[in-house]
């Protein structure tokens, strides 16, 4: 890059532009070409977009895997209203009863894995009045009917993680919080290709022309890995806020090669004392990008997103759209990067503009959590579990600024099911949560006084979720969660009952772990708990649920409500923090056991025997960054040390922490 000018209205700064215009070609083209052809910096984006593509044929397989279900394409990625499905019952089972014990044996298992089953709606926890037969041939959503019950569950294919778990527990090692080796590692290349270009150009105390290149050619890079919807997410199966560490980093080094460039040219200036008759006006819009860069860098700082983030969100937001047209004004051979920005900036916000959706919403205040919950009835497909959508409260009652803050909140409800349609629990921290916490109650206010408790809202996604990964394809579950990082685990719960329920899931085994401050926490959820665990049952999945007060020392201390203190089967409450690591073991050893079961049985004409290996435990996570650490940490050396991880096919993790 450099300060040429069109109008040098001065010998001294005409006689700057012609020496910075020749540097500024011989950096840029080796052989007389364009600014893109053999230019070194164009090269490191090559190179770049070759890593990615090689990173994208590791997880190829898993990918092919999971789109060859018709059903995957239209999964996760628009919101929208659907048709409802419910679960399925054995013909002729029974309500479970209180305090009736799970029988597991192979011969029980047997007979609830593998009978014909009827369609049930459980959206108030009992039976329809009427039961449904569905045979495979019935692809009606009418009534209570789903598309298929006798669908062949989901093809598995394991990650490079189960394949290589001695690997994958090195470069999984945390050096520091949000850090492991893996990403050090990716970092380290990252900046070494930077340092490597920007100081293979020249000089960066004596030429600041390469510093400029380098800046300019990562703008693209930073554009790609900021998105919601980038592209490379997409690929490799992540979302943008498994990326966001890449964004964050390339921005740091755009920061610090942009602000070389142009210190460098204003000390030079200085010294020779012709700065004002360089100040033309491609110079200007040069310290106007200068201006958006930094801004860009120190208003992103963790303080800065934590305390005043409606300050950070647009003076991002802005400082990008600006900081395009700038670049482009200050040197013109720049416009490839900066279309190219352009471009994907975009398409993110045009996919996301179709994404969004206008509607209201009902608001329920759950004090035992400290939640909100927000319902939306009129959206209820589109998403997977694990999940989660930007929301945006349109009230004025949110304050200024608060009706035009975007949170994320996790989806606590599976798509296609019977209930309020999407379902978001929205902690009550912060202004912004206190707030609603406040309009929560008055809009119960309102429903007692015969109004309407609805607020209008805008939803923004779905992002995330569990990518190339099929949960429903593993063998067992095991599901932690810390507070209101419930909501996790609910819809992963939900939806794997519903797709046990027409056959369409592998998993035989779930474990649900929640750990909370307050045993209380326990009442506003224990009939939904209670439902799950019957539903479970007559599909045919064996559901536990434990429930773990990290207050408490003992299980004396441990102090339940009335309504609680009458659980049924499958239900524990604890004290302590979740032993994880031997949770995690208890979950694979009754895997193997419920697989050997299985195989035991004898199936009898007409019915097919399922796969003869365990397709693996999927562990997820949700709640605080400590929480997700450690079970990270647990799935991690589990799979190195434990020689019996193999024979149940691996286990694999998928962690959701709080945060921005």
């Known amino acids: 890059m450099s300060y040429t000018t069109s109008q040098a209205t001065t010998p001294a700064a005409g006689s700057a532009a012609t020496t ?7 950096a840029a083209s080796s052989d007389g070409g364009g600014p893109l052809t053999g230019n070194l910096y164009f090269l490191a984006d090559v190179l770049l977009l070759g890593a990615a593509a090689l990173f994208f044929l590791f997880v190829l397989p898993r990918a092919v895997t999971r789109l060859t279900r018709l059903s995957a394409w239209s999964e996760g990625l628009f919101l929208r209203s659907g048709s409802r499905r419910g679960y399925t019952q054995s013909v002729g089972s029974q309500s479970s009863k209180e305090g009736e014990v799970f029988d597991y044996s192979e011969r029980s298992y047997a007979a609830r894995r593998h009978t014909p089953q009827r369609r049930v709606n459980y959206a108030n926890g009992h039976p329809a009045r009427s039961l449904t037969t569905v045979t495979d041939d019935d692809d009606s959503y009418g009534g209570f009917v789903t598309d298929r019950v006798h669908r062949s569950p989901p093809a598995h294919m394991p990650a490079w993680s189960t394949i290589f778990p001695g690997v994958n527990a090195r470069l999984g090692a945390t050096l520091r919080p949000g850090h492991s080796i893996g990403r050090v590692l990716v970092l380290l290349g990252y900046a070494v290709l930077m340092f490597f270009v920007g100081l ?67 000390y030079q200036w200085n010294i020779e004392g012709t700065l004002s008759r360089n100040l033309v006006p491609n110079i200007i819009w040069g310290f106007v990008a200068l201006i958006c860069a930094d801004i860009l860098f120190f208003f992103s700082l963790q303080t800065v997103r934590e305390v005043l983030y409606p300050l950070f969100y647009f003076s991002h937001v802005l400082a990008a759209v600006i900081i395009l047209p700038a670049t482009a004004l200050h040197e013109s051979s720049t ?47 589109g998403w997977r579990a694990g999940q989660h959508v930007r929301l945006k409260v349109l009230s004025t009652r949110m304050g200024w600024w608060g009706w035009a803050e975007s949170h994320p909140f996790t989806i606590a409800s599976c798509a296609n099911g019977e209930g309020e349609g999407l379902v978001l629990l929205c902690k009550s921290t912060g202004r912004w949560g206190e707030r609603l916490m406040e309009l929560a109650r008055r809009a119960e206010y309102c429903e007692a006084g015969g109004g ?76 939904h708990f209670t439902r799950l665990l ?9 559901l536990r649920i434990s429930l773990f007060h990290t207050r408490a020392t003992d299980s004396y201390n441990v102090k339940l409500s009335p309504a609680a203190r009458f659980v049924r089967e499958g239900l524990t409450v604890r004290a302590g923090r979740p032993p994880l690591a031997s949770l995690l073991s208890s979950v694979v050893d009754r895997a193997l056991e419920v697989h050997k079961a299985s195989d035991a049985w004898t199936p009898r004409a007409g019915e097919a025997r399922e796969s003869s290996s365990p397709s693996g435990v999927f562990v997820g996570a949700c709640g605080p960054r400590a929480l997700g650490e450690d079970v990270e940490k647990v799935v991690r050396l589990f799979g190195a040390r434990e020689e019996h991880t193999r024979s149940v096919g691996g286990v694999e993790c998928q962690v959701e922490v709080f945060g921005w």
């Open 335 to 381: 416009t490839p990067y900066v279309v190219a920005s352009l471009a994907l900036y975009l398409f993110d916000r045009l996919l996301r503009l179709a994404q969004t959706r206008f509607t209201h919403a009902h608001l329920r205040a759950i004090p035992t959590l400290g939640t909100v919950q927000l319902s939306i009835p009129t959206l209820n497909a």
């Open 534 to 542: 019957r539903v479970a049952r007559d599909t045919g999945t064996h």
């Open 200 to 266: 293979e150009g020249g000089n960066p105390f004596v030429d600041y022309v390469p510093a400029g290149w380098v800046g300019v050619s990562q703008l693209p890079v930073a554009f790609l890995l900021g998105t919601k919807n980038n592209l490379l997410g997409v690929l490799l199966g992540k979302g943008y806020e498994k990326l966001n560490f890449l964004h964050r980093f390339v921005g740091r080094f755009v920061f610090l090669a942009v602000n070389v460039h142009s210190l460098g040219y204003l």
């Open 452 to 527: 309407m408790p609805r607020v209008r809202v805008l939803v923004d996604g779905p992002f995330g979720g569990p990518g190339h990964a099929v949960i429903a394809s593993y063998s067992a579950a095991l599901l932690v969660a810390g507070g209101s990082g419930i909501s996790y685990p609910l819809a992963i719960v939900e939806e794997l009952l519903r797709d046990a329920s027409c056959g369409a899931s592998r998993v035989r085994l779930i474990g649900l772990v929640w750990s909370v401050q307050d045993v209380s926490s326990l009442d506003p959820l224990l009939p």
């Open 20 to 26: 910075l215009s020749s540097v500024d070609a011989d």
